[in-house]
């Protein structure tokens, strides 16, 4: 069972991710959460994939492909790690360029949701391949290190902190605007 990291195998921003995780077992919850993830996404109408709560906020379809891009990212730096590439700065994305360029409009929320399946069970294939070793190398040196093991929590954490700000700041703003 790979368990849950210690603090001192991630830097402190990623906190809020795997804070969101409570249970161990990274490939069990890899599975639950690719689940969960599908379901509250395939729950979502269509017709209002394309919704935003605010000016300058990103759709919930938009969202739907950050999740599938970071998981990407993150797979690369959990490669990374997992070799014990130090060298390598675990560093920071422009997430807003990804978004800007991805021309997510082209993408049906059901393309988008086979896309997160596809990418989550590569994820799940390559965790479970590791070793308890390969799991504690780090990507980056210092405070910035952060270990393979880590970065699969992060991933979960990453999804349900996403799903949880499209319940509070998407269907509920929805639900009160249609209570009017």
């Known amino acids: 069972m790979i368990t849950k990291p210690e603090t001192n195998e991630y830097p402190p921003r990623l906190e809020m991710y795997i804070g969101l995780t409570k249970e161990n077992g990274l490939i069990q919850l890899m599975r639950q959460d690719r689940k969960q993830t599908y379901n509250f996404f395939k729950n979502i109408s269509p017709d209002i994939a394309n919704y935003r709560y605010a000016e300058g906020k990103w759709t919930i379809k938009q969202v739907l492909m950050h999740i599938n891009y970071v998981e990407r990212i993150m797979q690369y730096r959990a490669l990374a790690a997992s070799r014990g590439d130090n060298q390598t700065p675990f560093g920071f994305t422009n997430h807003e360029a990804y978004i800007k360029n991805a021309e997510v409009e082209r ?74």
């Open 107 to 180: 993408h049906d929320i059901d393309e988008l949701l086979e896309e997160f399946n596809v990418i989550r069970n590569y994820s799940i294939e390559f965790f479970s391949g590791l070793t308890e070793k390969q799991l504690q190398l780090c990507l980056g040196s210092g405070e910035d290190a952060v270990s393979a093991r880590a970065v699969g929590y992060a991933l979960i954490g990453h999804a349900r902190h996403h799903m949880n700000i499209i319940n509070e700041r998407y269907l509920n703003t929805i639900a009160e605007y249609n209570a009017i």
